[in-house]
């Protein structure tokens, strides 16, 4: 009895371990930023058009996966380090040119199993085959002048051809980048010598336009003197004209004051002109200035009277 015990625990675990061989030899993983198709290793063949996102899967002994990129894919044509291929020649407005460029590409999720039959894990040759046609394509129609006027456009450009003929490959072109144009060495002189003569008439541009208004500002600042002398010469007339209106205004108070006392005076004492007013006056006056000097014995003298000073001249 103990022997069928233990002869049927070690059967169980047999079976379990070769479970669990078949489980780990049956199971695959595709990588979070890849697509994968399955692939038989006994027939040799990919026996299904499902395309697998990152994740794992149970498919069975003799299988696994071959992975393709998820993301978006950069291929560059120049002479920088880890360039699949270097800048290539082509024909542009009838002048040989080297053209370094790059291009992003992506694949078509549902395409992938026909882009395997095709082209198996090759395909990025058949892509730089199809990137040459398509640019040479597009820069046979262009001028050289295009490469730096119009750089973006031109980029464009080639962008939506690249992207046509891609998609004949079971991928999609979602960027290009001109990374450098190669020119023969008349052509890129003739091209400097362009550009000197349009910045010199640019400066000359620049250099009329700052003349002009540096002429405005001259005319503006003249005109600016002529009105602030203009406001001066009226402010100095008004505050003569305000001055001397004031001055005669004082001198009429004064001498109305004068009056006004006079005939009060004459009103309080009844004296007239006649009746020696000015002799009252007179008095009053050398009243007014106890410490004045008076000068006796000497007729029709102009006597100047300070008062407070005690002097008299």
């Known amino acids: 009895m103990a022997n069928k015990f233990v002869c049927g625990c070690v059967t169980t675990g047999i079976l379990l371990l070769i479970g669990l061989i078949i489980l780990f030899f049956s199971a695959g993983t595709v990588e979070p930023i890849q697509y994968g198709i399955k692939y038989n290793k006994f027939s040799k063949n990919v026996e299904s058009d499902d395309v697998y996102s990152g994740g794992w899967y149970l498919i069975g002994p003799f299988n696994s996966f071959i992975q393709f990129p998820k993301t978006q894919v950069n291929i560059d044509f ?51 085959r ?108 008004s505050a003569i004209s305000i001055t001397s209106a004031a001055e005669a205004e004082n001198q009429k108070a004064l001498i109305q004051s004068k009056a006004t006392a006079y005939s009060s005076i004459q009103e309080i004492t009844g004296l007239t002109p006649s009746d020696n007013l000015m002799d009252f006056i007179y008095y009053t006056n050398l009243l007014n200035n106890r410490n004045s000097t008076i000068l006796v014995g000497i007729d029709d003298a102009q006597i100047s009277v300070l008062k407070g000073s005690g002097k008299g001249y």
Do not use: W
């Open 130 to 237: 199809v990137a040459r046609g398509a640019i040479s394509a597009v820069v046979s129609n262009l001028t050289i002048e295009s490469y730096f006027s119009q750089r973006q456009q031109v980029g464009e450009l080639m962008r939506q051809r690249l992207d046509s003929d891609l998609r004949d490959s079971f991928a999609t072109c979602t960027g290009v980048q001109i990374i450098r144009i190669d020119l023969p060495k008349q052509q890129d002189d003739k091209l400097v010598d362009v550009q000197v003569s349009e910045q010199l008439t640019s400066q000359r541009q620049f250099a009329q336009q700052a003349e002009a208004v540096n002429k405005n500002i001259e005319v503006d600042t003249s005109i600016s003197q002529s009105v602030i002398k203009n406001i001066e010469a009226e402010s100095r007339a």
């Open 78 to 128: 120049s002479d920088l380090p880890g360039s699949k291929s270097p800048g290539f020649s082509t024909l542009t407005g009838g002048s040989t040119i080297t053209l370094h460029f790059s291009f992003q590409y992506q694949l078509i999720k549902d395409k992938i199993p026909l882009l395997y039959k095709l082209y198996a894990q090759r395909y990025e040759e058949n892509f730089m």
